[in-house]
Every structure is written in structure tokens, then in C-alpha cells.
């Protein structure tokens, strides 16, 4: 059993790719950024970069959906940008079937990504922020990296053989 959390900054793909991915696996799906309280979401959208303060009861929030999942018995796909270990590690707390996708991808694709989205809170003005913080997977954390940079399917193929590996 696993519970995949697909994560990265802001515009590398990470619903785009974690939908594809459920559905690949047959597996449920979790949208991240649904489990931000509306003070969070509000402060996003108003340009101010979240805190760590902020962050952690989304993160719980998070990793309580990814207990439930594991207490049903089933794997799961859930979105996080997961910037940093701290947040890693809270999100695999008590959840050895937790596996990082990690979607990497070039801050000119993402910021272009992210400056045409039209259905989203978070304005390209926060990438930096993301960007600055990002702290990249580390050799003893349960998972793998994935360009993001080209076809979906080429990118849910390579998550998929990189999954299957674990």
C-alpha cells in the first residue's frame, strides 16, 4: 500500500499529474490545496507567502486524509508542494506507506504555468517564495523525482515506472 504525495512549487503540474496518476492506479485522489484553511487561501491570494505557522495544520490536515486512507486499506494520490523536509516529515509521521513524487521542472515553465492560470488563488508573485524554500528530496526519504516538463502521459509513464521500482 502506498499513499503518493505529489509535490513541487506551484505550476509544475502537480494536480494535472496526480489525476492522471489515480486514474492510472485506480486509486482515490486528494487535492492539497483543498485541506488549506480560508485564512490561508485568503493570504495567498492576496500575494503574503504563508508561514510555517500557517502551514502545519493544512499539513495535518493532510496526513489525517492519508490516515484514513490507510485505515480503509487503500492506496491513495494526494497533492502537496511538500517544500520542505519539515513538512515531509510531518506528512510521513506515523505513515511508512507515504511515498514522495517529487515534479521538477524549470522556474521559467513553472512562473509561465503558473501567470496563465486563470481558476487559481495563488498569483505568480508567490513562486519566488516557493522556489526560495524548496528543499529538494534527500537520499534516505521514500521517494523520486520526475520531470515535469514535457506530456503528461510521458510524466504519470515515468511516476509510474518509478513507483513500480519502490
Known amino acids: 500500500m502506498h499513499q503518493v504525495v505529489v509535490m513541487g512549487?506551484?505550476?509544475?503540474?502537480?494536480?494535472?499529474?496526480?489525476?492522471?496518476?489515480a486514474a492510472a492506479l485506480g486509486w482515490p485522489y486528494a487535492e492539497g490545496d483543498d485541506f488549506h484553511p480560508e485564512g490561508n487561501v485568503a493570504k495567498m491570494a492576496a500575494g503574503v507567502p504563508l508561514t510555517d505557522d500557517d502551514r502545519w495544520p493544512w499539513l495535518r490536515s493532510i496526513g489525517?486524509?492519508?490516515?484514513?486512507e490507510i485505515a480503509a486499506g487503500r492506496s491513495a494520490v494526494v497533492t502537496c508542494s511538500a517544500l520542505r523536509r519539515s513538512y515531509r516529515d510531518?506528512?510521513?509521521e506515523g505513515r511508512?506507506?507515504?511515498?514522495f513524487c517529487h515534479l521538477t521542472a524549470d522556474p521559467d515553465l513553472t512562473g509561465a504555468r503558473v501567470s496563465h492560470r486563470t481558476d487559481h488563488y495563488?498569483?505568480?508573485?508567490l513562486l519566488p517564495s516557493q522556489l526560495a524554500v524548496l528543499e529538494p528530496l534527500q537520499p534516505d526519504e521514500p521517494g523520486f523525482e520526475v520531470p515535469a516538463d514535457g506530456d503528461v502521459s510521458r510524466v504519470v509513464a515515468q511516476a509510474l515506472d518509478a513507483l513500480r521500482d519502490r
Not at 489525517?64 to 484514513?68: E, I, K, Q
Open 96 to 99: 511508512p506507506e507515504v511515498v
Open 90 to 92: 510531518v506528512l510521513r
Open 9 to 21: 512549487v506551484s505550476g509544475v503540474g502537480k494536480t494535472t499529474v496526480a489525476i492522471a496518476l
Open 64 to 68: 489525517a486524509w492519508m490516515t484514513a
Open 122 to 125: 495563488m498569483p505568480a508573485s
